[in-house]
């Protein structure tokens, strides 16, 4: 299993979202212009990565034995605008003008007020991308609640994305004064930002939509708190020596 599962995997999700995040915006069309226009923008920012989370998801169903089919999708997408919402106001708290060589959310939304000459275009992009956060946080919590999931899922999901909250705030504190973290409170921060819920998260739920035991769903979230400490690693490297494309 290499890159080619997950290379299909992100294309099934990206027709999943292609075919779900239109109809919010024919359902709330009528608050104009924000009812289409969120999940316009939302499209193109949720499935332009690998979508390696959602492919995750039907990893780990397949890995306890499961075959990965509509809920596995559900789930995976809910992941992918889980995800975008962290990003979205991620890209706020950094002040980062790009994401994924695009313009970020709260950025775009920047440049729009600029364009209409409003006095503070800045403080009005961020505002709207606060929002736009916001609101990709409850599209993925619709979804995760529009199937029958097994019981417990949905709170698991919840409970870890709150952590991200609050590892994101410790972030923020180290980022702000310069008492400088030990290697412990560092890993755990590595862990509980992006590495449960990353990696640890979709495989775990994955395998709970297969039925698995809770011996199975803990040995997935052990590999993919491993994975994840690698990858924030190898981000953080790269945001400290690599050029934004």
């Known amino acids: 299993m290499g890159m080619d599962y997950f290379s299909a995997r992100a294309a099934e999700l990206r027709a999943f979202l292609e075919s779900r995040l239109p109809v919010y915006g024919q359902e709330f069309a009528f608050l104009k212009p924000w009812g289409r226009d969120l999940p316009e923008r939302l499209l193109p920012f949720a499935s332009g990565g690998k979508l390696i989370r959602g492919g995750l998801v039907a990893l780990g169903q397949e890995l306890a034995g499961g075959r990965p089919g509509e809920q ?37 939304y920047r440049e729009a007020a600029n364009a209409r000459s409003l006095a503070d275009a800045d403080h009005y992009g961020e505002s709207m991308g606060i ?17 029958d ?14 952590a991200v909250g609050l590892a994101q705030m410790q972030d923020v504190e180290y980022g702000a004064f310069p008492d400088i973290p030990d290697e412990a ?22 395998a ?24 924030q690693m190898r981000d953080d490297e790269l945001g400290l020596f690599g050029t934004e494309t």
């Not at 708290?93 to 970020?104: F, I, N, Q, S, V």
């Not at 999931?149 to 709150?162: F, I, K, S, T």
């Not at 409170?185 to 994955?206: D, M």
């Open 72 to 108: 596995a999708l559900i789930v995976g997408a809910a992941m992918e605008l889980l995800q975008s919402a962290f990003l979205i106001h991620d890209d706020i708290m950094d002040r980062d003008r790009l994401r994924r060589g695009m313009p970020a959310v709260f950025w775009q």
């Open 131 to 147: 929002c736009a956060g916001d609101c990709a946080f409850f599209l993925a919590l619709r979804l995760l609640l529009s199937t």
């Open 149 to 162: 999931l097994p019981a417990g899922l949905a709170a698991y999901c919840c409970r870890e994305a709150y």
């Open 185 to 206: 409170e560092i890993l755990t921060l590595y862990t509980w930002k992006a590495g449960r819920y990353s990696f640890s998260l979709p495989l775990a739920a994955g």
């Open 208 to 231: 709970m939509l297969a039925g698995a035991g809770c011996d199975l769903v803990a040995n997935l979230e052990r590999l993919g708190e491993s994975l994840g400490v690698a990858f």
